[in-house]
């Protein structure tokens, strides 16, 4: 039986663009043998009829705090919750639930339950990046609230940036996740985790670098996934996106620096993930000025740079996990367990970058996962958040039966 059947999940639906895709999520989650009952604010209303909802929920929409049948519909709904769902969520909601301000029977449905709340928010990229909001996710991440996305991509108007709501397959896994960890998602709560993401440029003079199609796209998924089961989050990378909520960012350039801040940060680390596509040889000689056309071809001589992965591996203190990843674009399982033994990894996501919708840039991903102990695990052709989802859940499951076994001992 999936984790969703027979689950009273209120769906509450805010006043946004992505309401319309509230519907998906309705009919997945109604699909799925979950009991539905949609909380839709008058906002949402603008933008999606409560009729549509009336005619694919488990129940009739409900929208006011005075029910002329219960006269405490929000307390009814929020403890006979076993998961309270809000996608899409607006500033406003966010801002009203984190400070515990119940204006409407959506929000006070979220203050008076005690089952998980999963949030899902969408909205402009300015409104998501602004101050207020940061801290108000943060609070909710604090308190073992599961917030799903943004995404990047297309937003109302025709814009394009952070705030895109996930998609309704992710939203409903994750209600799903929510709901398989008996109300305190945080699988990895108390865990302190380290993503790199993104490539290194290497500087031949100040304004030319070798560098490589990484997007960081994968290693940002990890960093969001482990932050929403509860873990504490430090990012090293080379590319600049959205801020995580509570996530700790370290922004370096060069292999050099992010092994340096690598190290440093995976010594206290329970879990390293190792997703930068780190340059393997650098410029031995960087020019101090810009190398000049009239001054010929430049011959660039080249050394390598430290491979971080093997030094982690080498190095790796008792009980933490290292996971690297493997671009490759033959021999896709050879050359990834080479460099599991080869660099000491416990796992190593393999994928064929030259994959159709797979590897760098790409929102979706399709890979390998291979495992210390001879283990194999492909997951399919997924969004990034997805694959990490799979990976982590692979952790999580293999430190648990880890340390159950320590204390059968
Ligand atoms: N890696 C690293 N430091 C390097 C190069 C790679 O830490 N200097 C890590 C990557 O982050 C990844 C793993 O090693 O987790 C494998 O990277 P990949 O580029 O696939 O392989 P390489 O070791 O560079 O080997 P090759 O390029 O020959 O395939």
């Known amino acids: 039986m999936n984790s969703l059947a027979g689950k009273r999940i209120v769906l509450g639906v805010s006043g946004g663009i992505a309401a319309y895709k509230a519907v998906e999520i309705c009919r997945r989650l109604v699909d799925a043998g979950a009991h539905v009952i949609p909380v839709l604010t008058k906002g949402a209303t603008r933008f999606i009829g409560r009729t549509t909802f009336d005619a694919l929920a488990s129940e009739p929409v409900q929208m006011s705090l005075f029910d002329e049948d219960d006269p405490i519909p929000h307390t009814t709904l929020g403890q006979t919750a076993d998961c309270v769902l809000v996608a899409p969520a607006t500033a406003r909601v966010i801002g009203a639930y984190a400070a515990g301000i119940s204006s409407d029977l959506l929000t006070a449905t979220l203050i008076a339950t005690r089952a998980p709340v999963v949030i899902c928010p969408a909205m402009h990229t300015e409104m998501w990046e602004h101050p207020a909001v940061i801290d108000n996710i943060a609070t909710l991440v604090e308190r073992g609230v599961h917030i799903v996305g943004p995404e990047s991509g297309r937003l109302a108007g025709g814009d394009e940036g952070a705030g895109r709501l996930s998609s ?3 939203i409903v896994a994750a209600v799903g996740r929510a709901l398989d960890a008996g109300g305190q998602l945080a699988d990895m709560a108390g865990l302190s985790v380290v993503v790199t993401a993104g490539g290194t440029r290497e500087p031949i003079d100040p304004v030319r670098y070798i560098g490589n199609r990484s997007s960081g796209k994968q290693g940002y998924a990890f ?5 929403s089961r509860g873990a504490k989050v430090t990012i090293v990378t080379t590319v600049e996106r959205p801020d995580l909520a509570g996530a700790t960012v370290v922004k370096v350039d060069t292999a050099q620096e992010m092994a340096a801040a690598t190290a ?32 010929g071809v430049p011959a660039i001589e080249l050394e390598p740079t430290p491979d971080i992965l093997a030094s982690l591996g080498a190095s790796k203190p008792e009980g933490q996990t290292l996971v690297g990843f493997a671009a490759e674009t033959c021999d896709v399982a050879g050359n990834a367990a080479a460099k599991l033994s ?14 159709e919708n797979a590897g760098f840039a790409y929102d979706t991903n399709e890979v390998l996962v291979l495992a210390s102990d001879g283990r194999t695990h492909p997951v399919g052709l997924r969004s990034k958040r997805q694959v990490a989802q799979a990976v982590l859940d692979m952790v999580v499951a293999d430190r648990t039966s880890r340390a159950d076994t320590q204390e059968n001992k």
């Not at 940060?265 to 009239?294: C, Q, S, W, Y």
């Not at 990894?345 to 994959?355: E, R, S």
């Open 168 to 170: 309704p397959a992710d």
């Open 223 to 227: 960093a969001e996934e482990a932050a």
């Open 264 to 295: 440093k940060a995976a010594k206290e680390a329970d879990v390293v993930i190792m997703a930068a596509a780190v340059a393997d040889f650098r410029p031995v000689d960087p020019a101090g000025v810009k190398l000049k056309k009239r001054d």
């Open 342 to 355: 080869g660099k000491g990894a416990d796992y190593i996501v393999a994928n064929d970058v030259t994959a």
